[in-house]
């Protein structure tokens, strides 16, 4: 459950072995009456500091019968609706295409329903095909049609 309070107090508590490596342990109240343990990566931290506001997500997990509390910080979306934005490069564009139509076209050929001469021919004309220009088929008579 998603939250807001000012932390009260931060203290380390060890360290865990964790799948993902060492994990440092935080025991963090706040002023709202929570608390939980927060784990970093780095043995110093600065997203808990006493006496500023938070976002957090509030976890309560059992074990033998306890009940245990972990808090994660909730981080600000960035601007523009969503996770990374990048421009895609046409010419990476292009080339992921070609490997595709390539592939394809070699998938034929060693099923035997092309020649190795025929590979780069229908290779240029599926890739024609996706990029939506006019196709004309090389050859007509081929067995898999």
């Known amino acids: 459950m ?5 932390v009260n107090s931060v203290q380390g508590n060890g360290t865990y072995q964790g799948q993902y490596g060492l994990l440092y342990k935080w025991e963090v109240t706040f002023d709202n009456g929570d608390y939980g ?5 780095e043995e110093s931290q600065s997203t808990w500091v006493v006496g500023k506001s938070v976002r957090y997500d509030l976890q309560v997990k059992e074990y033998n019968g306890r009940q245990y509390f972990n808090v994660k910080a909730v981080q600000d979306k ?12 046409p010419e990476t564009e292009k080339r992921i295409t070609r490997m595709s139509v390539l592939k394809a076209a070699t998938d034929l050929a060693i099923a035997e329903k092309l020649s ?6 229908y290779a240029e004309v599926f890739e024609k095909w996706v990029y939506g220009e006019a196709v004309k088929m090389p050859n007509e008579d081929l067995p898999w049609q």
């Open 37 to 41: 343990t927060a784990m970093t990566k």
């Open 116 to 121: 190795l001469p025929e590979l780069l021919i």
């Open 2 to 6: 998603e939250k807001q309070a000012v």
């Open 78 to 89: 960035p601007a523009g609706g969503g996770g990374k934005s990048y421009v895609k490069d």
